[in-house]
Nanobody, 120 residues
């Protein structure tokens, strides 16, 4: 009922920046409760990178001060600004949304993932 579509990944040198976008869309009324970014590096478990709720934001320690999550409510889009990128930030980044619809209540949705590669 709701789709999350990510964009903005790519290849960047260490120290560079990228901005990821995640747009939520659907044919029914929906309300975004929580939006998060996760990442999964090869051979590792998926980890939470940043989360935005109605109360505030939180980040995993390794990205604090470098990454910023933000949201455009009018466009139903969440962003992840990534600065001072490091090779260890290389991963597939996934958008995750806890989204409410009348039909299903609050359900967790995932985007398709976007590759971020940081070269040293």
């Amino acid at each position: 009922q709701v789709q999350l579509v990510e964009s903005g990944g790519g290849l960047v040198q260490a120290g560079g920046s990228l901005r990821l976008s995640c747009a939520a869309s659907g044919r029914v009324f929906f309300k975004i409760n929580i939006m998060s970014w996760y990442r999964q590096a090869p051979g590792k478990q998926r980890e939470l990178v940043a989360r935005m709720t109605n109360i505030g934001t939180n980040y995993t320690d390794s990205v604090k001060g470098r990454f910023t999550i933000s949201r455009d409510n009018a466009e139903n889009t969440v962003y992840l600004q990534m600065n001072s990128l490091k090779p260890e930030d290389t991963a597939v980044y996934y958008c995750n949304g806890n989204i409410y619809t009348y039909a299903q209540g609050s359900v967790e949705y995932w985007g398709q993932g976007t590759q971020v590669t940081v070269s040293s």
